[in-house]
Structure formats: C-alpha cells, structure tokens
C-alpha cells in the first residue's frame, strides 16, 4: 500500500508499506514521489530493502558520513570534535572512493597509506571504527547496499602486519621527587595566574582529569556532604548526562576540600572552581615538565596517581569506583601499581565484613 500527501510547506510525503516493510520520503515534485513509490514497490518484490532517499543521493564514502552526519543532527545528537576530526580525515583521503568500489583490497592500500602519513596503530584503528559505524548505519538506517565484511577483512589483514593495534595500557606514576619538583616550580612562580600548584595537588587529591577540573563550578559543589558533581564525565558508553557525584577525601596526601576551600577565597565561590582554560593548564604543565627535567609524564598521570594512591590507602575497589567514576571495575585494575610498603598500613585495619560490604554495594546503587 502506498500513499501520496501534500504537506504544509508544499513538498510530496510519499509512504509505502508493503509486505511488512516500511519507507517513506518527502519530494518537491508529486511525479517525483510517484517515481520513488513504484521504484520502492518494486524493490521489495525483488526481496529487497526499500531504501531513503538519503542512500539514493550516496554514491561516494563521502555521501555516507554526510548522511550519517546529518541523521545524528537531526536527532539532536551533535558529532563531537574528535569523531568530527577523523570524520573529515576519512572524507579527504577516502571520501571519493565510490561505494561500490569499497572493497577489502581497497581498504587495505587505504591503511598502508595511513601508516606512511604516520598513523599509528591506534589511530588506523579508530578511524576504520568509525568507518565501520559510518557504513552500518547508512545500511541499518536507509537500506543502502554495501559490504561490511570486507572491512572486516581488510582490518584483520592490517593487524597481521602490524599497522592496526590497541594502545598499551600505559601504567606510569610519578615519583614524590617528580611531584616535589612540579610543585616547587609553580609555587615559586609567582607571576602565574592558573594557580597549578593547587591544581596538581586537587588532581592527586580527587582524581579528575584535567577536563574535569577547570569545569566544575560553584553551583556543583555540596558544602554540606563536601561532594562535587563533575558533570558529562566521560564514558565510553554515554557521556551526556553522565553527572557523578565526587567525594571530596583527604586519602592521598592532599586534602581535596582543603583545597577547595582555598580555592573559594580566590574566586569568592562563583563562577568556576577554576576560571581557567584547561588547555592553559596543559600547556603550563608541560612546560614545567620540561624545565624540571621531568621525562615521559603526562597530567593524567595524575589521575593515575590517584587511584593507586586511594587503593593504598585501603579503599575497595567499589569505593575507588566511586571517586574515580569507572562503572567497570575492570579498567581499574590498571591502576592498582600499589608500592609494596602500602601494604604494612593495612594489616591493622579492619577489613569488612561480607554482610558489610554488600550494605555498602546497595548504598551505592
């Protein structure tokens, strides 16, 4: 069954629903919607997919990460500036390849040339993610004809020459000496206007990435549970509307409310915790970094720091989870470089009970 309506704005609504299959388009022209109906129809006697208007219009790789842009605008669900990034990569150097020329050996000579750019393995390995996500959605979403085994293929013969790989978990702590001598650097600089002196010590104190920190605001803080909301905190899963709420401990050396309230007096408590840009910060530290001889640290190395620190100081790997923000423990066992003259301080404390610890698991939830 199909149906033609004229709509407000005077465009051709075209829908057709034929042996349990659904499409629908929108056309300036009645003939042209007429056309697209009997095309549709007979699509779907052939066994096919009615496909959109949309997947009609992409006939390049270019056209596909259109669409898929567009569709996820549409839906209010905004392509970040990282996947925006290797988006547009993906559109320069793949983006006239037509779609039915994408095949596996195309894929691969897409990905050696990658490598001569200086592409890593990582890097190759996201962008052919997002191609991936790209392709399935314009066949998922708009029935377009394509072959997503061969990006299969081409990946696996691209991780058997080494081109394609996962980054190493990087497990790197720095030193009191490192940490003495960052903060000596800053607090002797009196002429710098991001306090990084304190941000370090707020870093280790909380364990929030450098994002994080210089995004909070006052309106985020609970004075009276000493908690902060760190707002969108990042997931891999969902990061909008991922609001956390952060303890602010006194665990790791450095006591986070302390330093908040230091902070306030600064700021007199509105606006942002910190009113600077992280970018500044980053720039700062790694400036720092260099004129103290520091080699191979980076500031979410602090994060690091942190955690390994939290579970020094004798929290369950649920209650780190919960300053921390990871949902699957299992991320935090890259963190737990414990030092092995931590483990003295525990002996005396008391351990919880069974009955104790799942109390505390349903308070969590």
């Not at 129809?41 to 096919?48: C, K, N, T």
């Not at 909070?216 to 956390?244: C, E, H, L, M, Y």
């Amino acid at each position: 069954m199909a149906t033609i309506m004229r709509t407000k704005q005077g465009t051709w609504r075209a829908q057709v629903r034929r042996k349990g299959k659904y499409a629908s388009g929108t056309f300036r022209l009645k003939t042209l919607a007429s056309e697209w109906v009997t095309e549709t129809e007979r699509l779907i006697d052939l066994g096919g997919e009615p496909t959109s208007r949309k997947a009609r219009k992409a006939r390049t790789v270019a056209d596909l990460i259109d669409v898929h842009t567009t569709d996820l605008q549409e839906v209010g669900k905004p392509i970040r500036r990282s996947k925006r990034a290797v988006l547009e990569a993906l559109k320069r150097d793949l983006g006239a390849t037509r779609i039915n020329a994408l095949d596996r050996s195309s894929l691969i000579a897409y990905g050696k040339m990658r490598a001569k750019q200086g592409a890593g393995p990582v890097t190759l390995s996201v962008d052919l993610s997002y191609l991936h996500t790209v392709m399935t959605h314009g066949a998922a979403v708009h029935g377009v004809s394509l072959d997503t085994e061969c990006l299969r293929l081409a990946r696996k013969a691209l991780s058997r020459l080494g081109l394609v790989g996962r980054s190493r978990e990087r497990d790197r702590r720095p030193s009191p000496d490192e940490i003495d001598a960052l903060l000596k650097y800053f607090d002797t600089k009196t002429n710098m206007i991001i306090p990084m002196g304190r941000v370090i010590r707020f870093a280790i104190a909380t364990a929030m990435r450098l994002e994080e920190i210089f995004k909070i605001s006052w309106d985020d803080v609970d004075f009276t549970k000493r908690i902060v909301v760190v707002k969108d905190r990042k997931d891999p899963r969902a990061k909008d509307g991922n609001d956390q709420k952060v303890p602010l401990l006194n665990l790791t050396g450095y006591d986070a409310w302390h330093l908040l309230l230091e902070q306030k007096i600064l700021t007199g408590g509105k606006g942002r915790v910190f009113p600077y840009h992280h970018k500044s910060a980053g720039t700062a530290f790694r400036r720092a970094r260099q004129a103290t001889g520091i080699e191979d640290l980076r500031f979410h190395d602090l994060r690091h720091e942190a955690t390994s620190r939290l579970f020094e100081a004798g929290l369950t790997i649920e209650r780190v989870a919960l300053v921390t923000g990871h949902k699957d423990w299992k991320m935090l066992r890259r963190y737990t470089h414990l030092k092995p003259e931590s483990l003295h301080q525990l002996q005396s404390e008391p351990q919880l009970t069974q009955e104790e610890h799942m109390r505390f698991l349903a308070e969590a939830r």
